[in-house]
């Protein structure tokens, strides 16, 4: 019997292991804490509401009186933290907001956490959900690893830096056991179309044009979200208290690769001409400050907790571009209202 609270659950990568707790240790109580941001959506958790060992709490990490009351009374086991602002442009146009929920809400948190448990951590876990964004950017070779020294260079990567070593120190000073978990780029169902895959699917199904920016070379290392869930069910099991793992998919492509193979699966799955998608290509102003490239060394967790990614890329892809096709209302209601105001902001 265990009592989680998992931070960001109505979001993108928290919905999915909300989902995999729920369903996969029915003994355990899960709470899903979020505060329903832009990104945060009850939808994505909708087949899962009615469990009777799932309970919804909206609430804001930002706000510490409400988490030092919550704490005190629910007297959790574990903290799952996911919650963040977590899209990089927009850390660009806003740092504060990155500030404020990523450094100081991870601090309420773990204020909030120590004082429910008076500094007694007997059978406790802080798990901390980060990005490899904090290493900083790569030339062309080489790989992060989890003694790769922080680099960040967006306020986004520096407000999670910010996080990871508050989490440590804290690990250090208090004695709070914690893991960390540094994951490379996420992609599947339910994530906003803020993100490139999910934006450049719903343009293509659209036909409107896609924001290619600078010359579109930049490389990143993508992670069905699925495989990113069941590594983080893995660590908080069987990681060691302290500790650090990387987690990647082995699978790096520049943006122009991969945006070339999923027009190639959008004109298929669409019934469209072969090369109509790619021909809604179109180069705009580059990201301030945009990395380079990024690949994870994820041998760590390969080698002591066996742990692999499941999909090629090609088929989480293709599954991926089908979820976003048969839900289409999901899509329809994220992508109305502020939405519009947001993408006439970042894109016109
Ligand atoms: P997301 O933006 O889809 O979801 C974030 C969730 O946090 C939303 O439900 C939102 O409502 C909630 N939230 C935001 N501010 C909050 C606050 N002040 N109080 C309570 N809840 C709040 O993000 P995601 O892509 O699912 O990322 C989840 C975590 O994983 C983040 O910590 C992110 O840094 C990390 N991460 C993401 C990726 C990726 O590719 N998306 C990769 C590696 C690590
Ligand atoms: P993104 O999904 O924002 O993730 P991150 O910045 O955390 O890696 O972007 C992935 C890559 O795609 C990144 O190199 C920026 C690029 N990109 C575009 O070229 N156009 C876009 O409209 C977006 C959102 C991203």
């Not at 964004?133 to 830096?161: C, H, I, M, N, R």
Request: glycine residues 6%; charged residues 20%; negative net charge.
């Amino acid at each position: 019997m265990k009592k989680i609270v998992i931070t960001g659950g109505a979001g993108f990568i928290g919905s999915h292991v909300v989902r995999l707790f729920v369903t996969k240790y029915p003994d355990y109580q899960i709470y899903n804490l979020d505060a329903l941001t832009y990104a945060g959506n009850l939808e994505n958790i909708s087949d899962i509401t009615d469990a009777a060992n799932y309970t919804f709490i909206k609430g804001d990490i930002k706000d510490y009186q409400f988490l030092k009351t919550l704490f005190q009374e629910q007297q959790f086991d574990a903290v799952i933290h996911l919650a963040a602002e977590s899209h990089v442009d927009r850390s660009i146009t806003d740092p504060n907001a990155f500030i404020e929920t990523n450094v100081l809400g991870t601090a309420n948190l773990m204020n909030a956490f120590r004082n429910a448990c008076s500094d007694n951590f007997e059978n406790k876990l802080f798990y901390h959900i980060s990005t490899d964004e904090v290493y900083g950017s790569l030339g062309k070779t080489g790989l992060f690893t989890e003694t790769t020294p922080y680099d960040p260079q967006s306020p986004y990567a520096a407000s999670k830096a910010a996080s990871d070593h508050m989490v440590r120190a804290y690990g250090n000073t208090y004695k709070m056991p914690f893991v960390i978990s540094n994951c490379s780029n996420n992609y599947g169902a339910n994530q906003f179309p803020e993100k490139l895959i999910p934006l450049f699917i719903n343009n293509i199904k659209n036909n409107k044009s896609l924001p290619v920016y600078g010359d579109g070379q930049y490389t990143r290392d993508w992670l069905y979200v699925v495989d990113h869930a069941k590594a983080i069910d893995l660590i908080f099991h069987e990681g060691k208290i302290g500790e650090t793992y990387n987690i990647g998919g082995f699978n790096e492509w520049t943006n122009l690769e991969l945006i070339h193979l999923l027009c190639a699966q959008m004109d298929e799955k669409l019934g469209r001409e072969k090369g109509s998608s790619s021909k809604l290509i179109t180069f705009v102003k580059d990201r301030a400050g945009h990395d380079r490239r990024y690949a994870i060394d994820a041998s760590k967790l390969n080698r002591e907790l066996g742990w692999k990614p499941s999909l090629t890329f090609e088929e989480g892809l293709s599954k991926t571009i089908d979820w976003y096709l048969e839900n289409e209302t999901w899509l329809n209601n994220v992508t109305s209202g502020a939405y519009q105001e947001y993408y006439k902001k970042m894109y016109s």
